[in-house]
């Protein structure tokens, strides 16, 4: 019977260990986080899909278009409130991604009023699932108290893509008509649901 417990005993702390190397947290600012972090997109092969309520971080800018113009897909959403469809910052971040990735990078925004997009995430490749209190802005890793959370459970993954999934069919596509950024209904975004499941991981379709 006690060998019984003590197997037993093994085989939970084997399963606790191994639950969390599936789980890693970050804080910020720290310089060598923030760079673990964007080495982790850097080394992106098929896609990054990412719910973050604002980007101006150039170095993350720069990569999400050099991944997107090597054959990496990328999607966005974001926040877009009222006060920020006129400001010249946010319409040069947006004129960055879809002018330099010659527009491979697809975005949509929230324009809703009185609700913004919940907890910032992003997926990489069907593989890890990062979730943070940050977004991707200079003061976000710089200057704030942020944490992020690294998740490699394959069910949280795949919950999270159907999440995005859902999300993305509720808001605004953007485009450029006539030199000019322009809001469209997403049915007018061509958009395809990308992903398949499979239990060993997740594939892009596209």
């Known amino acids: 019977m006690n060998n019984q417990f003590h197997v037993y005993g093994q085989n939970s702390i084997r399963k ?72 010249e910052l946010f319409q040069a971040m947006i004129c960055e991604l879809l002018i330099e990735s010659q527009f491979k990078i697809k975005i949509v925004v929230n324009t809703k009023k009185y609700e913004s997009l919940p907890t910032n995430f992003c997926v990489i490749d069907g593989k890890v699932l990062i979730t943070t209190s940050a977004n991707w802005t200079i003061n976000s890793f710089k200057k704030s108290h942020e944490w992020m959370m690294i998740d490699k459970k394959y069910d949280n993954i795949v919950e999270m893509i159907e999440i995005f999934e859902q999300m993305w069919n509720q808001f605004k596509f953007v ?17 395809q649901l990308v992903f398949t499941y499979s239990q060993d991981c997740v594939v892009d379709t596209l």
């Open 175 to 191: 485009t450029f008509i006539n030199e000019d950024i322009a809001l469209l209904d997403n049915d007018d975004s061509q958009f």
């Open 16 to 87: 606790h260990n191994l639950e969390k190397r599936k789980l890693q947290t970050l804080f910020f600012p720290n310089k060598w986080n923030f760079h673990y972090f964007f080495n982790m997109m850097k080394d992106c092969q098929q896609f990054i899909i990412a719910c973050i309520s604002e980007i101006d971080h150039s170095w993350i800018i720069k990569l999400l278009v050099l991944l997107a113009n090597g054959g990496r897909k990328i999607y966005l959403i974001m926040d877009c409130q009222e006060d920020q469809k006129n400001d």
